[in-house]
């Protein structure tokens, strides 16, 4: 129900866009995030957005680097990362929820499978 893709390998100072894709009852939930879990690390927030439009949410590491957006039609939300740095390295995951832009796991009910982010120095 949560499809995401387009991680891959770039060199610091590099970007990448990364896409979830949403359907069946993922489609239909309040708000999509996007988490990441790095080498030896628990998973962390990235940045979140409501899919009826709204300020953005996201993680202090990544402010001002990342930006989240969507597109209520293709039911797909999107992370455009620039300014890469090596310790952007992990995994992906977007995830969908009913809770207001929530940094918190337990608030999202429907995961995708992860898409791996290298970022080399």
């Known amino acids: 129900q949560l499809q995401a893709c387009g991680g891959g390998s770039v060199q610091a100072g590099g970007s990448l866009r990364l896409s979830c894709a949403a359907s069946?009852?993922?489609?239909?939930?309040?708000?999509t995030g996007w988490f990441r879990q790095g080498p030896g690390k628990e998973r962390e927030f990235v940045a979140a957005?409501?899919?009826?439009?709204?300020?953005?949410y996201y993680a202090n590491s990544v402010k001002g680097r990342f930006t989240i957006s969507r597109d209520n039609a293709k039911n797909t939300v999107y992370l455009q990362m620039n300014s890469l740095k090596p310790e952007d390295t992990a995994v992906y995951y977007c995830a969908a929820g009913g809770s207001s832009r929530s940094p918190w796991e337990y608030d999202y009910d429907y995961w995708g499978q992860g898409t791996q982010v290298t970022v080399s120095s």
């Open positions: 957005i409501r899919w009826r439009g709204g300020t953005p």
């Open positions: 069946g009852r993922a489609s239909s939930s309040y708000t």
